[in-house]
């Protein structure tokens, strides 16, 4: 694959070296960087290998630790192994605490690289269901097998794209709306419209029965990513040797608070701010102006879908 910028437009497609798939693939060079050496914060064994099948240069110079800069609080080695450490334990925990209370069906939206299927220990008729773009899924798909790698869980792969009608998708592989599901958006909503974040809540709740469970990211309502973040991110894609300007994959415009939205509907909410998140994990904020601005107001959020009375 060779390495574009994509700009965002009503049907885009993508794979993993362009647009949106090439965030997936940059947070899947930071999981293989923070699962290095001896003292690895977290433990995916499979990171490193499809982040080089894809082969975006600057992406695997991230992945070999070759693309930090020390002087940056928040992009030096240590920094960026403990942010992707503290997001990835947080999906890591939401799922094997909902198999630990019987949850056997685990959703993952956009799922990318993600390689939970295959890297976490999921209990006896646990079923995972992936879904995102059909080059995404293929190439994942494909890349694992040939490394000979087996799911740990019955792994049902479905190539849709997220603005189609996939809750049918969904339930014409086997999905049953009437157990209990996990699942998680993990990195998503930023990406879509508002309009579409409440689609995708709305129909979410219509497929979750009693007792399901929903993960992702939260920032409080009316919070927009801070200019000096976005002057961030395109030098440090310039430094990288990257042409992926990724705060412009990001839709602006007043939206929703995800958590506000689903207590509406009836899930019980429970965040954990950015600040609290980094003290669960053992690390210390890092010294960043704007990071720490926002660690009130920002961080994960699980919900559970309510039994009526």
């Given at each position: ?15 993993l ?36 099948a ?7 110079r ?79 798909t ?78 409080a ?16 894609s ?49 010294d ?22």
């Open positions: 694959m060779s390495e574009t910028q994509s700009i965002r437009y009503d049907g885009d497609t993508w794979d070296a362009s647009s949106v798939g090439a965030t997936a693939t940059s947070v899947a060079a930071s999981r293989a960087l923070a699962s290095q050496g001896p003292d690895a914060l977290i433990h995916d064994p499979y990171a490193d290998a499809l982040v080089k894809v082969g975006v240069e600057s992406l695997i991230v992945a070999n630790g070759e693309a930090t800069v020390e002087d940056d609080p928040m992009l030096n080695r240590r920094r960026m192994t403990e942010q992707i450490a503290v997001r990835t334990r947080y999906f890591d925990d939401f799922f094997t605490n909902a198999a630990r209370d019987g949850v056997r069906q685990a959703v993952i939206l956009a799922s990318g690289l993600d390689t939970r299927a295959y890297r976490l220990s999921w209990p006896a008729g646990a079923v995972v269901f992936e879904l995102d773009q059909p080059q995404v899924i293929e190439f994942k494909r890349v694992m097998a040939d490394l000979g790698v087996s799911p740990t869980a019955e792994r049902r792969a479905i190539s849709v794209d997220l603005r189609d009608d996939w809750p049918a998708a969904l339930q014409e592989n086997g999905f049953d709306v009437n157990q209990p599901t996990a699942w998680i958006a993990e990195g998503l909503l930023i990406y879509l419209p508002p309009e579409a974040q409440d689609r995708l809540l709305d129909n979410i709740t219509a497929l979750s029965a009693p007792d399901s469970r929903f993960a992702t990211e939260f920032m309502a009316g919070m927009t990513l801070p200019d000096s973040w976005r002057d961030r991110f395109k030098k440090y310039a430094q990288i040797g990257s042409d992926i300007d990724l705060p412009a994959l990001f839709y602006d415009g007043e939206r929703n608070a995800a958590g506000d939205y689903l207590s509406e509907r009836g899930w019980r909410i429970s965040t954990q701010t950015t600040r609290e998140s980094y003290a669960a994990n053992g690390f210390e904020m890092p960043d102006e704007t990071l720490v601005q926002f660690s009130d107001t920002t961080g994960y959020l699980t919900a559970t879908r309510a039994r009526e009375n």
